[in-house]
């Protein structure tokens, strides 16, 4: 997707803080963090949100929350806790439109909504 920010994050044309690469998956920090740590997980083939989905997608979404948990290993917080939040389509506040999860760690959260 030309316009699309983090296909040119995925892509290297704008920078960003790597947290875990592969084939199919990247995760960097979140350039505006709300928590200590705060990093989105995306699918490097472009899905424009939870709602675009195609039935072939689901193997890769799982694949995405075992990297997920593989960084809360890796980064330490997996004991503590954290938070994975999707934000899809309007009612649901989603700013860029390419699939992302967002990880918040390193505290506290506050605020459950659910
Ligand atoms: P959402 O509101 O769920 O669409 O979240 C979009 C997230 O992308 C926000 O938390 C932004 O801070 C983050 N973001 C936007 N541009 C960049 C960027 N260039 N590098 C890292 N994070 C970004
Ligand atoms: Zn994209």
């Not at 316009?3 to 040119?8: G, L, N, S, T």
């Not at 290993?73 to 899809?88: A, H, L, Q, S, Y």
């Amino acid at each position: 997707m030309e316009d699309c920010i983090f296909c040119k994050i995925i892509k290297g044309e704008i920078p960003s803080t790597k947290v875990y690469e592969d084939d199919e998956i990247l995760a960097f920090n979140d350039v505006n963090p709300a928590a200590p740590i705060h990093i989105l997980v995306i699918p490097k083939r472009h899905i424009s949100s939870l709602a675009d989905m195609k039935p072939e997608d689901e193997k890769l979404v799982g694949k995405i929350y075992g990297v997920i948990n593989k960084i809360a290993e890796e980064k330490g917080f997996k004991d503590e806790g954290f938070r994975v939040i999707v934000n899809c389509g309007k009612n649901g506040g989603q700013e860029v439109m390419h699939l992302h999860f967002h990880i918040l760690a390193g505290k506290q959260l506050g605020e459950k909504i659910v």
